[in-house]
């Protein structure tokens, strides 16, 4: 009865702080009502996701995953099931209680069909001792500016022991990049009857109307021998198929896709192991899209969806904040697109290569959440906009290391003007679009929070 009445408290004060901080306008209101709610009831996170009436699904991996459980949940919610999703990209468990109770009713009730929660890849294990997922996805294991100097090992191995412990409690699907080396041998030493692996990636793909091929870093991957993979294809960073000389391969995808890229969409062809293959159009730019689009395609099929929907969900996905959001600012065309790390923003700056009618506008900061170095940017290929002759504005608390970072990768520095104030910035950069042009704005995470804040004073 106690309980009950803190997890009502609990949840009523979580929801009267997100509307206040929404009316307020101090920002999307994710964290704090959240962290305090779970102060109140420890248990509430627990007590509202167990009230899902079909799969609790979550999604983890370094990058795609807020795009990929934005995808899930339009595939999902054109299948008519009502889902709860962390929107807005607060992967914690704070961010994850809000979204929570937001949904909830004021006495404790969650009416919703599917869970749809994106996890930081460090939260999967205190996550799984307050719920049991019935799926989990992981999306890809690339070096992160955080752990650049560590062992990506280190996260496929936390990812592990989560997941091994949930599969112990509730029957667990992983659905995993077969084309991911790292992410295709999750739990392979691990045979517990609770587990189901199910694998996705790509044989085939193309790209048309793009400039000459375009180097993207690469990551040096051994396999669990110690030896590393040889590959017949690579498609970005370390995703391709691969094999080892100790017998590990590439695993068999139960969906597999090809894909046929273009500036600023592609068109996928999705087939699953049982059924007629379909094309589904992806409205957003680049092959890691492609992978998201696949992966949301895999979750979907594995909870019934109809290919149906899933074609219809992707094709009407809006983008959610700033991962690939399309919007209009002053007037302006704007594209939107998170850069955390060397393969991630290398894939971002093809799009902008490849369109003639691009400007664009880096703000780099180096707060706690996007990584205290900065050093990554150096990984990331800017050499392929060496030559570019239009203006470049370069912001944020690291203004001068991207200007320089640019400068070296060839772009004549009368070119970069420099503003740390990113409100200026983001005026000069937008007084530089003229019609039928576009500005690409790539932010780091805390510069994508002050952009968010910008732009409802703006409009
Ligand atoms: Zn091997």
Redesign the pocket.
Same mark, same amino acid.
């Given at each position: 009865m106690f309980r009950s009445l803190l997890n009502i408290i609990s949840i009523n004060i979580a929801k009267l702080g997100i509307r206040i901080i929404k009316f307020l306008k101090l920002g999307s209101g994710t964290n704090l009502p959240g962290r305090i709610a779970r102060k109140i009831s420890p248990e509430i996170l627990a007590h509202l996701v167990k009230q899902t009436k079909k799969e609790i699904i979550t999604v983890t991996g370094t990058n795609g995953k807020t795009t990929t459980a934005g995808l899930i949940s339009s595939i999902f919610e054109k299948q008519g099931r009502k889902t709860v999703h962390n929107r807005k990209g607060a992967n914690m468990l704070t961010g994850i209680t809000s979204a929570v109770a937001e949904k909830s009713t004021l006495n404790g009730k969650l009416d919703c069909d599917n869970c749809i929660l994106e996890l930081d890849e460090a939260y999967l294990n205190p996550a799984f001792e307050e719920f049991n997922p019935d799926i989990v996805l992981v999306t890809n294991l690339f070096r992160d500016q955080l752990d650049r100097y560590g062992e990506l090992n280190t996260t496929a191995k936390k990812i592990e022991s989560a997941v091994e412990k949930s599969a112990k409690i509730k029957p667990l699907r992983l659905v995993l990049n077969a084309d991911d080396p790292l992410v295709s041998g999750i739990t392979d030493n691990f045979d517990e009857a609770g587990l189901t692996k199910i694998f996705y990636g790509f044989e085939k793909i193309e790209h048309v109307n793009q400039q000459e091929k375009v180097f993207s870093p690469q990551e040096t991957v051994n396999?669990?021998?110690?030896?590393p993979f040889t590959y017949e294809k690579i498609f970005y960073g370390h995703l391709g198929h691969y094999d *080892?000389? *100790?017998?590990?391969k590439r695993p068999n995808p139960r969906v597999s896709g090809r894909a046929c890229i273009d500036v600023n969409h592609s068109d996928i062809v999705i087939k699953p192991e049982n059924c007629e293959e379909f094309p589904v159009r992806v409205n957003l730019p680049g092959l890691y899209n492609c992978y998201n689009a696949l992966a949301a395609a895999a979750i979907a099929l594995e909870a019934g969806i109809s290919p149906e929907n899933i074609k219809k969900g992707i094709e009407n996905y809006s983008t959610t904040f700033g991962r690939a959001e399309a919007l209009t600012l002053k007037g302006k065309e704007v594209l939107i697109q998170l850069i955390k790390n060397p393969i991630g923003a290398t894939e971002v700056l093809k799009t902008i290569k490849n369109d003639e009618k691009g400007k664009f506008f880096i703000i780099i900061n180096d707060n706690y959440a996007d990584g205290r170095d900065v050093s990554w940017l150096w990984d990331a290929n800017f050499e392929m906009l060496s030559g570019y002759d239009k203006i470049a504005v370069v912001s944020g608390v690291r203004a001068y290391d991207m200007a320089i970072r640019l400068k070296y990768a060839g772009i004549s520095s009368k070119n970069i003007i420099v503003k740390e104030n990113i409100k200026e910035a983001l005026l000069q950069a937008l007084s530089g679009v003229n019609n039928g042009e576009k500005l690409y704005v790539l932010p780091t995470y805390t510069a994508l929070l002050e952009l968010e804040k910008l732009k409802q004073a703006l409009n």
């Open positions: 396999c669990r021998c110690t030896k *080892c000389s *100790c017998g590990v």
